[in-house]
């Protein structure tokens, strides 16, 4: 009897509001924002959305246009800032080294309508977002021969699209992509890595085995989108220097944990670039830095 008494009181605390709003409290997540030194620039508009800004970052007192590298957030453009704390120590890493930085806030696939496939309108958004910080060159005193594109997860798969889509059509010398997708074609993702499971949400489909199914149907998607379909159609002599950051891939016959940032995606793509004539390789953010000072 008392148990029962004791579950009532129980329910009937949770229903007040107190309690009720110390719930929702608990069930929130907590947004993963750094602590950042204060922008030269914050939430300068590129387009009419809310999210649609960037943040700069810029060099004090240089005497002669900088290197600016654009970072653009991970999260499976699903979540993720453009104030997020993974970017905090390449900007710091940036700031030390003389180089603009500026980081992209982009649409998320829950704030597109009607658009097919659902990713396109989120990279439009980025590349309206570097034309737009390539349209500030004199006013910010960048660059732009030594511009470079950076960013995590779907932050390197948007990296990888852009510098490789019409030739590399907005002059990124190099880019800096980290744990990415290489490849947006489920038939060769389940082929390199058979547990794959991401990527079906970007092209509007409800899970990996439907978009799987549906491939033929979004063929010219995948070769818009995937960086592996991209890189053959790249003429090598205009293709950015590509430095790869991320896990190594797993040995043979090993289950990959991390099936959405497995290092195949890297191995795969880097050993095709390679034959392409494109230059690919491992490294590190100083290694970026020393290519964008080049």
């Given amino acids: 009897m008392k148990s029962l008494i004791t579950m009532a009181l129980s329910v009937a605390m949770l229903a007040t509001p107190a309690f009720a709003n110390d719930a929702q409290k608990a069930k929130k997540p907590k947004e993963n924002r750094a602590t950042l030194p204060a922008a030269t620039y914050d939430s300068v508009a590129y387009g009419k959305h809310k999210m649609q800004c960037v943040d700069a970052w810029l060099p004090k007192d240089a005497k002669a246009a900088t290197p600016v590298i654009i970072y653009i957030h991970g999260g499976g453009f699903r979540i993720g800032s453009r104030k997020g704390s993974f970017m905090a120590r390449y900007l710091a890493e940036s700031q030390k080294a003389g180089v603009a930085f500026v980081s992209v806030e982009y649409r998320l696939l829950r704030d597109i309508k009607d658009t097919t496939p659902p990713v396109s309108a989120c990279l439009d958004d980025i590349q309206a977002a570097v034309k737009f910080v390539k349209s500030k060159s004199k006013e910010w005193?960048?660059?732009?021969?030594?511009?470079?594109?950076?960013?995590?997860?779907?932050?390197?798969?948007?990296?990888?699209?852009?510098?490789?889509?019409?030739?590399?059509?907005?002059?990124?010398?190099?880019?800096?992509p980290i744990r990415p997708q290489t490849s947006m074609d489920p038939k060769e993702m389940r082929e390199w890595i058979p547990n794959s499971r991401y990527g079906y949400a970007l092209f509007g489909y409800k899970n990996f085995q439907e978009w799987f199914d549906h491939r033929d149907d979004c063929m010219k998607w995948i070769e818009k989108y995937s960086p592996m379909a991209l890189l053959g159609k790249c003429n090598p002599k205009k293709a950015?220097?590509?430095?790869?950051?991320?896990?190594?891939?797993?040995?043979?016959?090993?289950?990959?944990?991390?099936?959405?940032?497995?290092?195949?995606?890297?191995?795969?793509?880097?050993?095709?670039?390679?034959k392409h004539g494109v230059s690919c390789r491992r490294g590190t953010m100083e290694d970026f830095l020393k290519e964008l000072a080049k």
């Fill in 240 to 274: 950015p220097v590509i430095i790869f950051m991320g896990p190594p891939a797993p040995k043979p016959d090993v289950v990959e944990k991390d099936p959405t940032h497995s290092g195949v995606f890297i191995e795969r793509f880097k050993d095709a670039a390679v």
């Fill in 141 to 176: 005193n960048l660059d732009l021969s030594r511009l470079g594109l950076t960013g995590g997860s779907a932050g390197a798969h948007s990296s990888l699209v852009l510098a490789l889509t019409d030739n590399n059509a907005l002059g990124v010398r190099a880019i800096f």
